[in-house]
């Protein structure tokens, strides 16, 4: 019996609707994540070819992929050292020249399907011309049917497969379901196809020139020309970002009708005194966002706010001067970093600015909390920790430990999140949660690619500090291989004899089989080799106690080297340093380079930043080189989502990115920023 879904949503059948699938092929569908008619329309091609005009086999050229089309004249496996590697061969004939066909470690199935006198068509690149080979080829056997005509003498789809299912039988299932439910593809949203350029290029004005969804749906898969899949990857990609940016404005629509912001504009009595004493004056980067924030801060709804810009660009400067706001107003304030390096630099950095001013600076983190006269408490796990903390008027500055149970803020007025891009979504929400609808700044040193922002933080503002201070030490970047070590180690050793820092940074605390250098184990070499410096050692497993000694001591110059892992990326601040040297550069992404090399450069000294690294591959030299020849966080970004994607780029940390079957993030601002516009009028509509 049809489900109720189905039959309101053709589409929503279950795949087995389709003729040709029986419950052995459904299993193998579900592999595939198919499992309805819709299911099976959405399954992109992951390349096409063009079965108009063939190549013969004579036209190959060295490795230039094509496809051929022949009958194979003998084949056979060969096996070689005793049975441990095998090999089966084909040679495929069509009149003009003999094409060798080969994959190693044979399996029994090949004998029985490579047979003598049928006829295949074969795509793969010619690894040699004497004789004419291709080594693990793409092949399709072409059997005669009343359904040859979707196989050939015509650009075709080659789908992603599974064991068990080949790429003609694909086709076959992909074809009969446009042929049967293709009328009941329906234009989702209401969004109409008109008005604009050729596909690929910003609109001027108005929608897109796209085809409808069902047009689309038909032209991804069988495509009168090449040309035309673009067109329809960009309408169903369009059709995704709708879908995405509808429940991002309904959350934000819906969040603005239920919250009541609290007015923390403040009024300058701490503000002004704050900025006097600060020794610099705030550029007009700072000066710009600091008016959109306080906009926020005394509007009708919460602030929900990311604030982004380059390492040392100044955000925990707007940081203060947000907090100061809230205070002022008679309100308490949060502030949570991803690290205990982090959360205590940032309690150095405001217990100076704050305490002069009265404000009280408490500092929560797994290890440590202040007392209520703002020393140092360890906890030793006796006692029951307070529920509510006081006075009013405080800075709470943290980690994860501020999102604990037992930790309350009474009159939290404003949160703020360091390094946004080290926390889930659901973490930012659980904070925001123990107030009531606090104002939330979120800050991040790693500038977002655009598509990212307006995908990920749809639901926030967003403002740039785009200028960098005055007084900062330039910071060059060099890239060497392992052999120019000594030399390396030579310019180190000069730097801290003229009374300069350094920063030596390792890949992995302890070495495995990956080969990548360890701190651990590196420690005593380099101590050894940066006699009589003093070289001093941290990573995530040392303990509490000892980062912070290790980390006073290198504040206070007592020790000239700091070697560490990745952990240094953010919260490290010593303008004396002016070296960073990364071992095994290839294995850091381009993003965390960038945060680590903006650890030096900000203090007056020039700076240098040394990538070592051995690899030979072009798109790992490539990411290397960005860094070489920028220092522009932003540009930076766009280069690391082109050569990564947006899913390694982002890792494990960040919940809310949908899966796109057709929708490029690398490429697509565009039409993330129409969808935006298409999604904001259909909300606002719904009134």
């Known amino acids: 019996m049809p489900s109720p ?6 589409l929503a059948a279950p795949v087995t609707s389709v003729w040709g699938v029986g419950e052995e092929r459904a299993r193998l569908l579900a592999r595939l994540e198919i499992f309805t008619v819709e299911d099976l329309l959405l399954h992109k091609p992951r390349r096409y070819e063009d079965r108009r005009k063939f190549l013969t086999i004579r036209e190959l050229k060295l490795n230039e992929p094509a496809t051929v089309r022949g009958q194979i004249i003998a084949a056979g496996r060969k096996n070689f050292r005793k049975g441990t590697r095998s090999m089966f061969e084909c040679v495929l004939d069509d009149g003009t020249a003999h094409l060798y066909l080969r994959w190693w470690q044979a399996q029994p199935w090949m004998e029985d399907y490579y047979v003598t006198g049928r006829e295949f068509l074969a795509f793969g690149k010619t690894d040699s011309l004497r004789p004419r080979t291709f080594e693990h080829p793409e092949t399709e056997f072409i059997e005669p049917g009343d359904d040859e005509f979707i196989h050939v003498n015509r650009i075709v789809p080659i789908h992603p497969l599974t064991e068990g299912l080949n790429a003609r039988a694909m086709r076959g299932l992909v074809w009969r379901a446009l042929e049967k439910y293709g009328g009941a593809i329906t234009e989702p949203f209401g969004v109409p196809p008109s008005g604009g350029p050729r596909a690929g290029e910003p609109p001027k004005g108005g929608t897109p020139n796209l085809p409808g969804r069902a047009n689309a749906v038909r032209m991804i898969h069988f495509p009168e020309e090449l040309t035309d899949v673009e067109f329809a990857r960009q309408r169903l990609a369009l059709d995704e970002f709708v879908e995405l940016q509808i429940q991002i404005q309904s959350r934000r629509k ?11 504009s403040g009024d300058n009595h701490l503000i002004k005194p704050f900025l006097a004493q600060l020794g610099f004056k705030l550029t007009t980067a700072q000066t710009k966002v600091l008016r959109e924030i306080r906009a926020d801060m005394g509007s009708a709804h919460p602030m ?11 955000k925990t400067a707007v940081a203060a001067c947000t907090a100061l706001m809230a205070l002022e107003s008679g309100y308490n304030v949060a502030l949570m970093a991803p690290t205990e390096i982090l959360a205590e630099q940032h309690f150095r950095n405001f217990t100076r600015w704050l305490e002069p001013l009265g404000v009280k600076v408490e500092m929560q983190t797994g290890s440590k909390k202040t007392d209520e006269n ?12 307070p529920s509510t903390l006081h006075p009013p008027s405080s800075i709470f500055i943290g980690t994860h430990a501020l ?19 080290k926390f889930g979504v659901a973490q930012r929400e ?5 107030g009531n609808y606090p104002h939330l700044l979120v800050m991040t040193a790693t500038p977002i690619p655009r598509t990212l922002g307006l ?24 890239i060497r291989a392992s052999d120019k070590l000594p030399k390396v180690w030579d310019f180190l050793r000069q730097k801290l004899a003229a009374g300069r820092q350094a920063y030596v940074v390792y890949p992995r605390v302890e070495e495995n089989a990956d080969g990548l250098k360890a701190v651990t184990k590196e420690f005593d070499t380099l101590k050894k080799n940066l006699t009589p410096f003093r070289v001093g050692l941290l990573h995530g497993r040392i303990k509490a106690a000892d980062k912070e000694a290790v980390m006073a001591d290198f504040h206070a110059n007592r020790v000239n080297v700091l070697l560490a892992t990745s952990l240094i990326e953010v919260g490290v601040d010593v303008a004396n340093a002016t070296v960073m040297l990364i071992e095994n550069a290839e294995a850091f992404g381009l993003a965390q380079l960038h945060q680590l090399r903006g650890r030096i450069g900000r ?23 960005v860094l070489e020849e920028t220092t522009d966080g932003f540009r930076i970004a766009e280069a690391d989502l082109k050569l990564r994607g947006p899913g390694e780029l982002l890792g494990q940390q960040q919940s809310g990115l949908p899966r796109f079957r057709f929708g490029a993030l690398v490429n697509d601002l565009w039409l993330v920023r129409q969808a935006r516009d298409i999604a904001v009028s259909i909300v606002a509509a719904k009134d």
């Open 455 to 478: 995908t990920l933080y749809g639901d926030l503002d967003l403002s740039t500090i785009d200028e960098m201070p005055a007084g900062r030490g330039v910071v060059k970047t060099f």
């Open 254 to 264: 819906k969040f603005e009708a239920s919250a009541k912001a609290l007015p923390c």
């Open 603 to 625: 203090g007056a000294h020039e700076s240098f930043c040394i990538l070592i690294s051995d690899v030979k591959k072009p798109d790992s030299l490539e990411r290397l080189k």
């Open 374 to 385: 703002g020393g140092w408490k360890r906890e030793d796990g006796k006692g029951a920790r």
């Open 403 to 421: 999102l604990t149970t037992g930790f309350t803020i009474p009159r939290l007025g404003l949160v703020i999140i360091d390094e946004q891009h």
């Open 304 to 314: 929900r706010r990311l604030l982004q810009g380059d390492v040392g660009s100044g």
């Open 5 to 10: 879904e189905s039959q309101a949503n053709p």
């Open 430 to 434: 659980q904070f925001v949660r123990k």
